[in-house]
């Protein structure tokens, strides 16, 4: 993971990546609303991201809950639908500090969104003036894209027979700074769904840690927020970033617990 930090622009999330603590986030697929980035600043959550493959999400109100967290040092990342760079350009352009790519499968998909997310000479990002992650500062071109070129992060999910089978080379790809596991969608391609305690899935876990560690990159772990005890495990083991599940479940779980209250 590139280890350099911005004076400006800030990546609190990628900072403690580096230093090898921890990283919590939750998932946002139901609240459109800004609301979301003070609870999970209250919550204690270092990051979120922001689930538009899963979700109906607008790219508007994507844009208002990263600008929120961003105000409260609290990384957004966005996980996009696919690979598509346009997509992904807007999304930068609307206040995400970075981006997670679901089902990568290659070191050339991972190199595409390393293009995506960053500008020449890493990438082919089209400049769009001020940036809302640096609060619309007018600074000169060099120094803004200098600025979010250091402090975007590029996630690459590996949640497939593929992507785990060439996971070496993409953890190689220079700009890629993350890999997640992305274990629902894993154990079921490895014939053991929802199994994220079996054997093979282990083993697949410690193959992204072991690729990761060997390129200096940070591991997350996805799909196994019911789990703790594997979360732990894996932090021991090197992973750094956790994902912890989703605001439909907190809220479900939440208000199922209540009702019970009454029982």
């Known amino acids: 993971m590139n280890n350099q930090t911005s004076p400006l622009l800030r990546n609190l999330a990628k900072e403690k990546l580096l230093r090898g603590e921890p990283v919590f986030s939750m ?3 139901l609240v459109r609303t ?13 990051s ?13 109100a994507a844009g208002q809950i990263c600008m929120a967290c961003n105000a409260l040092g609290v990384t957004p990342f966005v996980r996009v639908p696919g690979p598509d760079p346009f997509f992904i350009a807007k999304v930068m352009d609307a206040g995400a500090m970075g981006i997670i790519v679901p089902g990568v499968q290659s070191a050339d998909e991972a190199r595409d969104a390393v293009r995506a997310v960053k500008h020449a000479p890493l990438g082919i990002r089209s400049f ?10 007018f600074l000169p071109a060099d120094e803004t894209i200098r600025e979010l070129d250091q402090a975007s992060m590029v996630v690459a999910m590996i949640e497939s027979r593929t992507g785990l089978d060439a996971v070496e080379d993409i953890a190689a790809v220079e700009g890629v700074d993350m890999l997640l596991v992305g274990a629902s ?6 014939g053991v769904a929802g199994q994220v305690d079996h054997p093979e899935v282990h083993k697949a876990f410690l193959r992204v ?8 990159k940070a591991v997350g772990i996805g799909g ?5 005890d594997l979360v732990r495990q894996y932090l021991e083991l090197g992973a750094g970033f956790v994902s912890t ?4 479940t907190f809220l479900s779980a939440a208000a199922a617990q209540k009702r019970k209250q009454f029982s």
């Open 48 to 60: 979120v991201y922001i689930d538009m493959e899963h979700s109906t999400f607008p790219l508007e």
């Open 224 to 228: 196994l927020g019911g789990r703790p």
């Open 209 to 216: 840690i072991d690729a990761c560690r060997a390129q200096s």
């Open 185 to 190: 969608d894993l154990s079921a391609e490895l």
């Open 27 to 29: 998932t946002i697929r």
């Open 245 to 248: 599940g989703n605001d439909i």
């Open 34 to 46: 800004v609301d979301i980035a003070s609870i999970a600043h209250t919550a204690g959550f270092e």
């Open 128 to 137: 769009s003036g001020a940036a809302p992650q640096l609060n619309y500062r």
